[in-house]
């Protein structure tokens, strides 16, 4: 079990840290820097381990219940870890929980789970 909780961290992480990286540089990949990518990580863990938290809730532990707490935690995390680059406070964060929710979507088709 614990070995399926931290590849579910890993994959969660990973969606969750592209998702904000992208957002913070407005998807120019040209001014990407370690710092951009530290507080990605950041944000990739603090939204991996809330989604493994809540993935021992049975309700949430679906295909469909764990891309919306991918989406929903990411968009948490990144609004309290850095502020916004573009927009209203809340706005880089939301878009950041939607595209770690798109990703996740993406992966979950991909993998056909």
């Known amino acids: 079990m614990f ?3 931290l590849k579910l961290f890993g994959e969660k992480f990973g969606e ?3 998702a904000c990286s992208l957002m913070m540089v407005q998807g120019d990949l040209s001014v990407f820097t370690l710092k951009h990518a530290s507080i990605a990580a950041e944000t990739g863990v ?3 381990l809330a989604v493994v938290v809540g993935s021992y809730w049975e309700r ?3 295909k469909y219940g764990l891309i ?3 989406g929903i935690a990411t968009a948490l995390v990144d609004i309290m870890v850095h502020p916004t680059h573009f927009g209203p406070e809340w706005a880089e964060a939301a878009l950041t929980g939607a595209g770690a929710g798109l990703i996740a979507w993406g992966v979950a088709r991909v993998r056909n789970v």
């Open 3 to 5: 070995k399926k909780k």
């Open 16 to 18: 969750a840290w592209t």
């Open 46 to 48: 603090a939204a991996g």
């Open 68 to 70: 919306w707490l991918t």
């Open 60 to 62: 949430l532990n679906t």
